[in-house]
């Protein structure tokens, strides 16, 4: 049973910061990928960010350099995220793709930017 367990959402200023956090727990070894996406309210879910286990990164093209995506081991993975704005307020999704094409979601973690 794979199961993902995000962490770090919350309410942060326009202009702060957060890193959320994704832990994957069960058949570990057969992750291949893992990354972020978002879904505001109204809109389709977007890709944020993705890393594979080689360390390729692709991001959102709305990122611009703003977030960055990091593996601290094969079945963790963060995003920090700088100079927020409103408009990155979402539900943001941690995904893991696994060796048999698969992929896992997490529950989400809510992001609210306000002032």
């Known amino acids: 049973q794979v199961r993902l367990v995000e962490s770090g959402g919350g309410l942060v200023q326009p202009g702060g910061s957060l890193r959320l956090s994704c832990v994957v727990s069960?058949?570990?070894?057969?992750?291949?990928?893992m990354g972020w996406y978002r879904q505001a309210p109204g809109k389709e879910r977007e890709l944020v960010a993705g890393?594979?286990?080689?360390?390729?990164t692709n991001y959102g093209d709305f990122v611009k350099a703003r977030f960055t995506i990091s593996r601290a081991a094969k079945n963790t993975v963060y995003l920090q995220m700088n100079s927020l704005a409103p408009e990155d307020t979402a539900v943001y999704y941690c995904y893991s793709d696994m060796s048999s094409l698969r992929r896992y979601w997490g529950q989400g973690t809510q992001v609210t930017v306000s002032s």
């Open positions: 069960g058949s570990i070894f057969s992750i291949a990928a």
């Open positions: 890393t594979t286990n080689g360390g390729s």
